[in-house]
């Protein structure tokens, strides 16, 4: 057997998320039936970070032992794309290493994006791929209190109480917020990138949504405050659609 | 009667293009039963360019004359959207104009993009969004070819036959092409982005897919020279896939 890692790339929107469930499209199935049909054998996919139903990948990493077999990077990731076509998942590299290496534990750095798209108008091309907010939001205020989340932190209020984690306390090593013109016409695109060893589970989409409140005037800052200290899911914002957020890349040493 | 000015967002991909035709859904379609939604009139648009089947608009412009109604630009827009959700189709923008405005004939600059996906794994997210170019492009000749179709040239290599404009003498004022990277693994987006008062038909496909062919090796700088100095159609390169077309953007005086 070869040890393999796999770089993916998929449009979380018609799947239950990453894990399988029963009876529900997940991109581990549609990937390991991929495989199935290049090998003929059951592979147990391992992934880096389970996504949720309706969130997307750019680069999401799985590792998976394959049978020996005479393959280059290039070729095995075209055969298991020829399999995965039309589905929106794509392997986007295919690399051999190490038998110890493990797209989970091994992980050193994870890159997550949220997008709100902050408009009146309904979204086309984003339509399921951003969270289509239509109420103004004021980024500055949005940006000052999402400095205090950075850090060395106790999460229990932005960890989804189904969280398995064996200890909320995390380092949040960045939350950018950039905005940018998004049509021209006074919509914007509102992105925030996220950057930490490991997650607890909706970490990032119920930090964007306490965020999303400050940007609607309704929490200040020192709001923001309390609710980290508080220790309490219940003391924090809405968790924010799952449509806005994308896992980018995660790095390994 | 009231006009109004409308600019347009759409993804084209399941439409046959701007123009009405029988049998077939487009876009002028969509908007105008929209509008008769709103005013219960059959009321004809006025587009600044007509766009083929797949071909998508970020910013086009078309004007119509409808009722006298105590309505904002802001109202009309929400209320045409309304009807037209969920097609791909969103008014971004909605505001009265002179009564002699005319969306085609009063356009001084039209801004259009063409994007390449030059990878090798198939697309998700830019699925019918983009073109997908599996081999390598050198990009710096083509950028170095695409400086000889800058300027006031007879264009009648990179026009459509069935084209019906008076001249095929047009003024191409920018034809820049930039590059950056897609999804890193190494895959690129190359972006061409073209300007001028006018375009024939299919003319900035035939110039793309032409440039592609520079990129390819196949051609080179010359051969370019050669092909626009010849005012043959025969002797240009292929038309360049509609997915990868937009209109992005209508300028007025």
Not at 36 to 42: E, R, T, V
Not at 62 to 77: M, V
Request: glycine content about 6%; aromatic content about 10%; charged content about 25%.
């Amino acid at each position: 057997m070869k040890r393999w890692k796999l770089t993916i790339e998929y449009k979380g929107t018609d799947y239950c998320g990453w894990q399988r469930q029963d009876a529900q499209p997940s991109i581990q199935q549609a990937v390991e039936e991929a495989v199935y049909k290049f090998c003929q054998q059951n592979v147990t996919l391992h992934v880096a970070g389970r996504t949720d139903a309706g969130v997307h990948a750019r680069g999401q990493v799985a590792h998976a032992d394959l049978p020996d077999r005479d393959i280059s990077g290039y070729e095995l990731a075209k055969a298991l794309n020829a399999h995965l076509k039309p589905q929106p998942i794509s392997i986007i590299k295919a690399e051999t290493t190490s038998e110890e290496f493990h797209a989970r534990f091994h992980a050193v750095n994870k890159l997550y994006h949220y997008r709100i798209i902050n408009r009146s108008p309904f979204l086309t091309f984003d339509a399921n791929l951003a969270y289509h907010f239509k109420r103004e939001l004021d980024v500055k205020a949005m940006q000052d209190a999402a400095t205090v989340l950075v850090g060395h932190h106790d999460f229990t209020t932005f960890r989804d109480t189904g969280c398995q984690a064996k200890s909320p306390v995390k380092t949040l090593d960045r939350l950018d917020i950039t905005v940018r013109d998004y049509d021209g016409q006074g919509g914007r695109e509102i992105l925030f990138a996220l950057e930490a060893k490991s997650f607890l589970h909706h970490q990032v989409r119920n930090m964007v949504g306490t965020l999303v409140l400050v940007g609607e005037g309704k929490w200040t800052k020192k709001d923001v405050e309390a609710a980290l200290a508080a220790k309490d899911r219940t003391k924090g914002g809405p968790t924010a659609a799952a449509e806005g957020l994308y896992l980018i890349r995660v790095d390994y040493a």
